[in-house]
């Protein structure tokens, strides 16, 4: 993306051209069913269904009816049936339902299968064992892009973070490496790759069997993109973890943005009715606040308002001939500006409404002192008192999460008296919550080989840098460590300031936080891609236990090197979205995103290729978000006591549905 007064930024890529890829597939696919039919849609491919191809495109390709695939077959008298929905096995019961009641009825009927992005063997089996498999015919959809704005892309995969990260399934990577070659292949081949984590290695391998077997379709292409960054969620869960303050990711957490669209209830519209915004760079208001921490976007909605006023006021002293060049050229544009500024207006009232009925200034309190290792005894009473008000479900998982991480584990006594008073408040179904975010290491209990750390950093200092990574590496293997305070002081993550933070005029990432934190992720990104590689970083990646690698391929021009493709995979919240945005713009590069699921922190999330949050469930996809930076470490790192207050607060996805069974 290129940004106002740098003349040598170059273009983003086109990424309009993914939907209409999308949009002539689907349509191809529907027209193999010549004739009237019914289109069965599972509900989370509807809003990336009607980015796509709306209603009045369907209808022209003799789509009659449009159905939800929901738990009751739906009644129709159509003699085709189009299912157009995602590889999972339950959706194939219901399909199997539908095909064996019109059996039983004597009914006749075509039925197809549209799968996207796509077909899983095990889909079959069930459909094979239901006994229908022989009536309907099956297809792949390859939607593996969605483009929400000129630099984000989603692969909307609602089920990536669970199915990874929490099931150990492998079943996603396929689609990951495909979605890769696309890009690949229609804007050229990139310049050098970098990734972190096993999902990324995996990914990135894959997608290099796929080009070979292809044998490299963009080769011949001009490069548009020149490096990719791929990284996994789990490398940094404390930023998805953070409370959000910049606009666009409170109004995600207050409203839900779902597939780059908002609904605004009346409460917002001032009205009786709900209205459909959406979010993206066409906004002329939306544009300008995304990525402004909360606390100053009331003074520039107050100062749009008063210059939209302004330009009103020019009509009074137009002639004729000037108050006709008004009404033809500039009225239409100001009244929709006007429209969008009181629905941005109402956003923030309600934003306000919704933060203050909790403890905000106490919550982030607590929450930079999480970060920063101060007053942790504190934040856990802080914690214990969220539980015992009833505040909140997932904030109160979210905080424990959040200590859990940043203190390598809770020791047995907190964990038993935490999870205790949870379950009394919240119910004992949680308890499978607790076990999962168990087993994906978000919350967990210290054991004996924690209290080895001591040990460990005495004896490093002892003998080589080689031999300390070895014995380090025999710690990790006794209990899992976030070494969260470590990779803190290394990168610098808590910067050093003199006075108040200035949250209008930021000079480094951490403003998407309140000054507090800059975001791992994307430091990461950033002192990556300074250095060009990995080298002076061995320290950090021994310290996040991450797969790091680092391929070069023959070498793009200068231009295309300086558009970065960042993949997340498994999430990527709308904090990282900005805080990369700003590397762009203070480092001169563009910036292209791309995510999976829709972020509540999104999570559906929820940029770079990564995976949306959606708190309510794992809702994370790979996203691309390209920005880039110089490598910038500010001071030593040194902790210090959480002196900022902030505005609102906004709770990031936890990956999943508490008491949720797969």
């Known amino acids: 993306m290129a940004f106002a007064g740098r003349r040598d930024v170059p273009e ?10 999308a949009r002539d597939q689907l349509i191809y696919l529907l027209e193999q069913l010549p004739g009237k039919k019914d289109l069965f849609i599972e509900p989370d491919l509807m809003s990336p269904l009607d980015r796509i191809a709306n209603v009045s495109i369907l209808k022209q390709h003799e789509v009659d009816k449009l159905y939800k695939v929901e738990s009751r077959p739906a009644p129709s008298a159509s003699d085709q049936f189009c299912f157009l929905v995602r590889p999972r096995i339950k959706t194939m019961r219901y399909i199997a339902d539908i095909v064996n009641a019109d059996k039983m009825s004597g009914r006749s009927r075509k039925y197809k299968i549209i799968f996207s992005p796509q077909k899983f063997y095990a889909c079959e089996m069930v459909l094979e064992e239901e006994g229908v498999f022989g009536d309907v015919t099956c297809d792949e959809w390859s939607f593996y892009l969605l483009p929400l704005d000129e630099d984000i892309i989603s692969m909307e995969l609602p ?62 292409r001009k490069p548009e993109i020149g490096n990719i960054f791929l990284m996994d969620r789990d490398m940094d869960y404390v930023t998805a973890l953070c409370s959000q303050v910049v606009y666009e990711g409170l109004v995600d957490d207050t409203f839900r943005i779902k597939c780059g669209s908002v609904d605004f209830g009346p409460d917002v519209t001032s009205s009786d009715k709900s209205i459909k915004v959406l979010l993206n760079a066409q906004d002329k208001v939306f ?25 009103y006021d020019r009509r009074r002293s137009m002639d004729i001939k000037q108050m006709k060049n008004f009404v033809s050229q500039e009225l239409k544009g100001l009244k929709q500006e006007h429209r969008l500024l009181s629905l941005h207006i109402g956003a923030c009232e309600s934003i306000m409404k919704k933060k203050t009925k909790q403890d905000f200034q106490e919550m982030i309190k607590a929450e930079h002192s999480l970060l920063e290792g101060f007053d942790i005894r504190e934040s856990t009473s802080f914690i214990e008192e969220h539980i015992d008000r009833q505040v909140s479900p997932i904030e109160s998982l979210r905080l424990m999460c959040l200590l859990s991480i940043t203190e390598n584990g809770l020791i047995p006594k907190d964990y038993r008296s935490l999870k205790t008073q949870y379950l009394q408040s919240y119910g004992p179904e949680h308890l499978l919550t607790f076990h999962n975010l168990k087993r994906i290491g978000l919350l967990t209990e210290q054991s004996a080989g ?49 006075g108040e933070y200035d949250l209008k005029m930021p000079r480094d990432m951490a403003y998407v936080f309140s000054g507090a934190y800059i975001p791992l992720s994307c430091k990461i990104i950033e002192q990556v891609l300074e250095r060009r590689g990995w080298l002076g970083l061995e320290e950090v990646m021994r310290l996040l236990n991450g797969n790091e690698f680092s391929i070069s391929e023959d070498n793009p021009t200068w231009e295309s090197q300086r558009v970065v493709l960042a993949v997340f995979l498994g999430g990527c919240t709308f904090s990282e979205i900005a805080a990369l945005r700003f590397l762009g713009k203070e480092r001169g590069r563009s910036r292209s995103g791309q995510r999976d699921a829709a972020c509540p922190g999104s999570g559906s999330g929820q940029g770079l290729w990564g995976l949306s949050w959606s708190r309510r469930e794992a809702k994370q996809q790979p996203w691309l978000v390209s920005a880039v930076a110089k490598a910038h470490v500010e001071g030593d790192g040194e902790m210090r006591g959480p002196s900022r207050s902030v505005l609102p607060w906004n709770s990031t996805a936890l990956g999943w549905e508490p008491g949720r069974e797969r």
């Open 287 to 311: 544009s300008q606040i995304r990525n402004e921490h909360f606390s100053s976007v009331f003074g520039f909605l107050s100062q749009k308002s008063r210059n939209l006023q302004a330009q």
């Open 450 to 498: 924690e209290t080895l750390t001591a040990v460990e950093s005495k004896v490093s200092k002892l003998v080589t840098d080689r031999a300390a990574g070895k014995i380090t590496d025999a710690f990790n293997s006794l209990a899992r460590k976030s070494n969260f305070r470590a990779i803190s002081k290394k990168l610098g993550l808590i910067p050093r300031v003199d």
């Open 12 to 21: 983003a890529p086109d990424f309009g051209i993914l939907k209409r890829l």
């Open 159 to 220: 089920e990536f973070f669970r199915d990874y990260f929490l099931e150990g399934d492998h079943c996603w990577i396929n689609s990951i490496a495909r979605a890769l070659q696309l890009l690949n292949s229609l804007y050229g081949p990139f310049g050098k790759a970098y990734g972190i984590g096993r999902c990324a290695k995996m990914s990135y391998e894959l997608w290099r069997d796929l080009e070979e077997e292809s044998e490299g379709d963009g080769q011949g």
